[in-house]
């Protein structure tokens, strides 16, 4: 059957008029150049500073590989927010958070990921100044009003020399307008093809200049409503490979029941083979061993929860609403006082299936005399295992309130006639983010009614024994969740909501210099420098119900458990940078420079650094630029990697300890660190585990965890090496073309991270270390299947990667047609390896490059953005296209322990997916007489769909939601209206 989608009004006129357009503009993502029709020397004369340095330069074009992107270009994008359009870069990688991520996201946060390194390792700034990073991610650029911006540089280089901690994949500078004249108001409105994801826009941006200075304020307000997985058909089931078989299935975790029980009981009427895993028949109660069946784990009639069709979001709701005010008035010839405020809140909603219950998982034991337990048997942690969900209570739902505001402010000016400039500044960033979880049920309330029980002589079931009853306690049938008294009784102990919050604050005291030191033949040589006092402070507060105890239980799902964290972190710095005219105007050497910088920083917790910069650019001709940079790079933990408490998760999780069979290895022994792995696994290749794609884990941050292991290494920085060798050429003879390209280069010691619960237990396996966070039950009717998983942020091995950009602009000479502009921007991934015990005998080195791997992300090989513009006259239209290169799922080195297929007996297998290409349309017109501009357009215009990669692959959607956003939502239409007065 096929579903009729209403139309809405709205978007069918959006629709006709993108039809008569002739589409499309691209974003260019290239180092900006002059406007047209200006002399390209002309934008030489003043000095600037470049992302990548602090010396104020008269080139735009040095040694730092910076990509710039206008205000045109983000007005012609069609985004609403900035997030939505960094995240298209092809520089961008792994698995950064974006609204589409309602799994392990939802907080309506985009967090770009330069590299793949993480997006903790892409450092934003605004007008030069660090934006604080939330606790435990990067910082959300969607908080940064798109109004203001003038400009945005990315740098694609490790800067820890320049601008300290966490700049080692990358840097996102966010340039404001510091001159604005006059009041903009824009409205924005778009919606999907399948009338979802409407999103509405509006902003109002007032400012006047003076010869003194500049105010700029403004205000603005963003809704996104939420699109279904059900409305997708790729992404309305949960599909599995397994056994070489693509099958609708779901979690085990269903509301018949997923119920263990010993042999010999049951068999299946049609094999007549015994099973140990029983569901309740459809219709009956309960509570006879009669109502229930074998239960069927795969195949087209399996009895898996499909969760996805039932409450998973593809596209989180949000609404945002933002104020700034920008500031700046010269107080004397040379001192100016300047002042920048945001603030920003965000109320974001995500939602997920009913709540699945665990007896092990959520130490609840169902009493073997219960009157509803028909088996009478124990269930729970030194029990049986019995899985269902409350499908009654209705979907989970996180809703999240988070404010970010921010202060940069202080005074600048100059040493008298000198060159010299200052800047004595102080930053304040504050974040809190408060949460109520619905959904939930207080299972200490529940413990006698799941106890002994036993039917009285009055007809009613009682809690206890008739020896000793206990009042004011009515029994519940937890083996029919459906029953009405069942449904009854678990929506009385509903924890509705569960509240929990965080704030994070951040203190920046700083002074810089920069001017001229003295002249040399070639130039004059300059210098920037400045000290600065960071701080960096953490708290959190969790509901009394969700409070974790050592293992990751609390009163509520094991999921829903946290810990309240508390902590500060500082960091004293001094930094230098020096630019030394070398060469000039000699032959093959239109100019040589060297650039020279170091920065020391000495921490509170973890000692101090010194990290390097050596630099060097040739201009064999004027049209010629050959660029090396050679940095340290280091990031230090934050708050919360050392301070964060245990808290529940539900991981992806592949057990090696599968069909674990002493035959296999040399002498039938089984070697030290296989038997440290897989503690009660039987040792005759019987082991099936539990037949889960998630198992039981416990967070934590490093300190914490020295509780479970006293032995664990104490984390500490990371630190590495950034290559960077390019080539740009401008040439004279073809005006309007610009061509670069750079050969990067990182790796990284001491990475830091919390340890997903395979690489644990696979590192565990193949090395014996981080054994001490796997347990396991080691005896009783659950030997060997996995208690928990620890979690902690440790250092994890080493990361190498490296890779090509190339970028290729052209503005075509002007014709009677119009003006057209090509620009061509992709990143080539040569190598992206994760090397887990570096010198370790057995140690497994995880190759990344070319590959989609849940536990760390999508590495394509090629990415790349593309497009033409048109302008003539009044009106201008462009495309641009996003490809995202080929992928696959899996590995064939079994020690990997990463096979796409879900079942144990298929491992190393690897599934191939082709390229993604979309395509969006834009058409604009200026209607000068009213200072009005219109712009229309059409994102994913063919409607492209996502790679399906299997729900056992990922946790989201069947596909990663990271990485083909656009493609998730489909074909989405957008309007947007700009007035200047």
């Known amino acids: 059957m096929h579903r009729v989608l209403r139309r809405n009004p709205a978007r069918t006129t959006l629709f006709l008029g993108i039809s008569a357009a002739v589409a499309a503009q691209a974003a260019p993502v290239v180092a900006q150049e002059a406007q047209q029709g200006q002399n390209p020397d002309t934008q030489r004369l003043g000095t600037v500073v470049v992302t990548g340095s602090r010396i104020r330069r008269v080139d735009m074009e040095t040694s730092n590989p910076v990509v710039t992107i206008d205000k045109a270009a983000i007005e012609r994008s069609g985004k609403l927010t900035v997030g939505d359009l960094l995240q298209n870069l092809p520089s961008v990688a792994g698995q950064g958070s974006n609204p589409s991520v309602n799994n392990s996201g939802g907080d309506g946060g985009t967090y770009i990921d330069l590299r793949g390194l993480g997006a903790q390792r892409t450092l934003i700034l605004i007008n030069g100044h660090r934006i604080m990073q939330i606790p435990g991610n990067s910082t959300d650029v969607n908080q940064i009003p798109a109004s203001a911006i003038e400009r945005m540089e990315v740098l694609g280089d490790g800067a820890s020399s320049v601008y300290g901690s966490d ?33 509405q826009g509006y902003s109002v941006m007032f400012g006047h200049t003076t010869d003194r200075g500049n105010l700029t304020a403004g205000v603005n307000y963003n809704k996104q409503d939420l699109a279904m997985a059900a409305n997708r058909p790729f992404a309305a089931d949960a599909f599995y490979l397994y056994s070489g078989e693509v099958s609708l299935a779901g979690s085990s975790r269903t509301p018949s029941g997923y119920i263990k029980v010993p042999a010999g009981l049951y068999s299946d009427p049609e094999t007549g083979e015994g099973c140990t895993t029983v569901t309740l028949i459809a219709g009956r109660s309960g509570h006879s061993p009669s109502d229930y069946r074998c239960y069927i784990g795969s195949g087209p009639n399996n009895d898996a929860f499909n969760y996805q069709r039932v409450g998973n979001l593809i596209l989180t709701p949000q609404e945002r609403t933002g104020a700034f005010l920008l500031g700046n008035y010269k107080l004397t010839d040379s001192i100016t006082g300047y002042l920048e405020l945001y603030a920003n809140k965000t109320r974001s909603r995500s939602q997920i299936a009913p709540l699945p219950f665990d007896a092990q998982n959520d130490a609840v034991t169902i009493a073997a005399d219960n009157y509803y337990n028909p088996f009478g048997i124990e269930f729970g942690r030194d029990g049986y295992q019995l899985r269902t969900r409350f499908t009654s209570l209705g979907n989970r739902v996180i809703e999240q309130s988070t404010q970010n505001q921010s202060a940069h402010g202080g005074f600048k000016g100059t040493f008298g006639e000198s060159s010299w400039t200052w800047d004595l500044g102080f930053d304040y960033g504050h974040y809190s983010k408060d949460t109520n979880s619905y959904g939930y049920v207080n299972y200490p309330a529940l413990r006698n009614a799941l106890g002994p029980s036993f039917l009285g002589s009055d007809g009613q079931v009682h809690c206890g024994t008739p020896a000793n009853p206990i009042s004011n306690c009515t029994p519940i049938n937890i083996f029919n969740v459906n029953d009405p008294a069942t449904v009854a009784q678990l929506q009385s102990v509903l924890v509705n909501p569960k509240f929990d919050s965080t704030t994070a604050t951040q203190k920046i005291a700083r002074f810089d210099v920069a001017g001229d030191l003295f002249s040399l033949p070639a130039g004059t040589v300059s210098l920037a420098g400045g000290v600065s006092y960071r701080k ?36 004293k710095e001094i930094y230098f940078e020096a630019l030394v005219p070398v060469l000039k105007d000699v032959p093959f050497a239109h100019s040589v420079n060297l650039i020279l910088g170091d920065r020391y920083s000495k921490f509170n917790e973890f000692g101090n650094t010194n990290n390097w910069k050596i630099a060097v650019e040739w201009r064999p001709i004027e049209d010629l630029l050959l660029r090396g940079t050679v940095s340290k790079v280091f990031r230090a933990p934050t708050t919360q990697d050392v301070f964060a408490g245990p808290g529940g998760n539900a991981p992806l999780f592949r057990d090696p300890c599968n069909a674990l069979n002493a035959k296999n290895f040399p002498g039938e022994i ?43 290494p104490v984390l500490k920085p990371e630190f590495g090496k950034s290559f960077n060798f390019g080539v740009v050429y401008d040439p004279r003879w073809l005006e309007g073309l610009s061509l670069s390209a750079d050969l990067w280069r990182l790796y990284l ?107 760390y992300g999508n590495y394509a090989r090629w990415k790349a953005l593309g497009g033409i513009s048109w302008k003539l006259g009044a009106f201008d239209a462009g495309w641009y296209a996003r490809y995202v290169g080929p992928i696959s799922v899996g590995s064939k080195d079994t020690r990997q322990n990463f096979s796409a297929d879900g079942s144990f007996l298929f491992p190393g297998v690897v599934l191939h997916f082709g390229s993604s290409t979309t395509h969006n349309f834009q058409f604009g017109y200026a209607l000068d007489a009213l200072k009005t501009r219109f712009d229309i357009g059409i994102d994913n215009a063919f409607d492209k769909k996502p790679p399906q990669i299997y729900q056992n692959n990922t946790l989201n959607s069947n596909t990663d939601v990271s990485t083909y956003f656009s493609e998730m939502i489909g074909r989405y239409y957008w309007g947007r209206v700009t007035v200047k007065f």
């Open 167 to 199: 700049a080692i994949g990358g840097v996102v500078n966010f340039v404001l307008r510091s001159d604005f004249q006059g009041v903009e108001v824009q409205a924005d409105y778009g919606v999907s093809d399948r009338d979802d994801g409407a999103r």
């Open 536 to 571: 960096d402070s953490l708290t959190g507060r969790v509901d009394s119900l969700s409070v974790a105890d050592n293992r990751g239980n609390c009163a509520l799902a094991q999921e829903a458990c946290g810990s309240p964290v508390n902590g500060s972190l500082d960091v």
């Open 670 to 712: 089984i070697p030290p660190n296989v038997a440290a792995a897989c503690v009660g696994v039987p040792t005759d290749g019987t082991f099936s585990g539990e037949g889960l794609s998630q198992s039981n884990g416990t967070t934590s941050g490093n300190l914490w965890a020295h509780r479970i292991d006293p032995n664990l």
């Open 749 to 855: 010691n001491d990475y830091i991270g919390g340890i997903g619960a395979s690489l644990a237990v696979n590192t565990c396996y193949n090395t014996g270390k981080f054994c001490s966070l796997v347990h396991r039950f080691a005896e009783g009717p659950s030997a060997g299947s996995v208690d928990t998983i620890y979690q902690p942020v440790v250092n994890l091995g080493r990361y190498d990667a490296s890779g090509v950009d190339f970028a290729v602009k052209y503005r075509l000479p002007e014709t009677n047609y119009g003006n057209f502009q090509l620009t061509f921007n992709s990143t080539y991934l040569t190598k992206m390896d994760n090397s887990l015990t570096p010198g370790e005998t057995g140690n497994v080195v995880n190759t990344l490059a070319g590959k989609y791997w849940n536990e």
